[in-house]
Structures are given as C-alpha cells and as structure tokens.
C-alpha cells in the first residue's frame, strides 16, 4: 500500500462514524483553511470563459470544490479515498451543487483527457511525499492544465517550532542526516518529514534509520524552497505567501505563460492585479 493511504482511510472513517463534514480541527465546512486564500486570490484571476472548469484534487469531503461550484465554477473533485467521496457527494447534493465527485489518486491520473482552467489543491501536497510522487502530481496538473490556466495551491510549511536542527541522528548505513522534528519524527534537509512505524510490511516506501522503521509522512519546506520546487516543475509562481498557520499558498501558471518574478513583500498586492 503507498504510504499516503492509511492515514487518510482512518480520518474519513472517523468522520463518517461521528457524524461530521470536515477533519479539520476548529474548521467546519464553511470555514476551511484555504477559504481566505481563495477569497482573496479568486477575484484576480482572468478567466476566458463564463463557468470555468476546475478540478480540486485532494478534495476531501468537498468543502472547497462546494464553494467553488457555488461561485459558479464547474469543478470536477477528486480524492484517493471512497468514504471521502462518498460523504462530499452526500454534502454537495444538500445543497443542490452539481459537482462531480470521482475516486482518483492524483499521481496516477492519466495525462490524456479534459483540461481545466484551474486546479486547485488544498492541503493535499504536504501528503504527497516522495520527489516521485511529487513530480507524477507536477506532471499530471502540466498536462491537465489550459494554456492559460491557474494551479492554485494552499500547503503546510516547515514549522520551525517543532524543528531541532541541532538534534541530528545519521544513518550509519547511508551517511544520510535527520533531524528531530516534533514528537519523535525525523525529517530530512529536502523537506521529508517520516514518522516511526511498526514494521516495513505494508509499505514499499518505508526506511530503516538507527534500527526503526519510518515511513514518509509529510513534506514541510520552507516557502521558497517550495517556490523553487515549482519552478523546477515547469511553473511560474506569481504569488506566493506564508500565514501564521505556518500554511504556503500561491498562484502559479504554466512557465510558458512568463511573467516577471517578483520578491515577496509589498509588491505581492500589485501583482494581485497585473496577473490578469
Ligand atoms: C488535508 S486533506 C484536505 C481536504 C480538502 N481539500 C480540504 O481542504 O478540506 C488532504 C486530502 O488529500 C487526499 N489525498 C492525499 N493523497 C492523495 C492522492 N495521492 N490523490 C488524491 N487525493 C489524495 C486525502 O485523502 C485528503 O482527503
């Protein structure tokens, strides 16, 4: 089983048993965490048609690709796990939203079929670990995306809270260095984040470090390593900001669509407006 499965089966269960809409701790399905992103994010984007296409991957119980269709958008959602997709279908029918809703891991998306003019990935690439998996993700939203089209993206970030740069174990075996991060994770300098596991049966992805298994969890980078990654994938990043729930989000395009790079600060605002 790839290693972004179980958590994810086992949070939805958990929803479905009690009875909620989101696994967002202090969020309901009005107020998710990418919402202020894209409230400010959505009215700066120039779109060529009326009712643009987008597909959300990641989608979860469908809190963003609902409000999205409700903000006339034609969203196709997609997450890896039934039970999510059972219960946005359930949410999106109360309130009379057509969405279609599709059971799909987003690595293995076939690269040929409908494009969008937006794509949007809330808080789903911090789970998508491995450069591997990552550049199948790049690689997909490359080919689904219209010439012109967005790839909007709200993450998790480093927390440097919970980094001990200065507590570093080395793998005898591979001369590789982890470092302690939060309760007993290691995580590496490429930003790989991997939490202690039982045993390597389940998993192809899991590392032996100083005799335990690990398996990858996250990936925390900082905002511009992040940034950077998604140049080296083929994208311009037109907007990028951090939050001080230690979240990225950013608005990239296509680096075929070339626009100047811009520092982060007070220009951020005026090319809010001159991306259109
Ligand atoms: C933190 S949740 C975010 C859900 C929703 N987008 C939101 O903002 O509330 C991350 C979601 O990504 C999904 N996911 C993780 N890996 C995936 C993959 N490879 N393909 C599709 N969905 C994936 C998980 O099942 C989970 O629903």
Redesign the pocket.
Known sequence: MKY?YPE?IA??EKIKREGQK???RGADFER???RAFLEKALPQLCFSVDGPEVL??????G??ACFLAKRGFKVDG????PT?IELAKRFAQEQNLNVYFQV????ELPHKGKTYDMIVD???LQ??VTDA?RNKVFAVVRARLKAEGYYLISTALLDEDAYYPEQTVIDVETGIAYNRYGDGDLRTETGIVYIPVEDSDDYPDTIKIDNQWYLPHRRHLTLADLKSELGAAGFSVLYWEGDRARSGHMICTLDTVTETPIEYGELVTAIMVSIC
Not at 78 to 81: G, K, T, Y
Request: aromatic share 18%; charged share 10%.
């Open positions: 972004y994810h949070v939805y989101v696994a967002w998710f965490p990418s959300e991957y990641g989608c979860g119980t809190a963003s997609m997450d890896l796990i999510a799909q891991d987003i690595c809330s808080f789903c789970s998508i998996d």
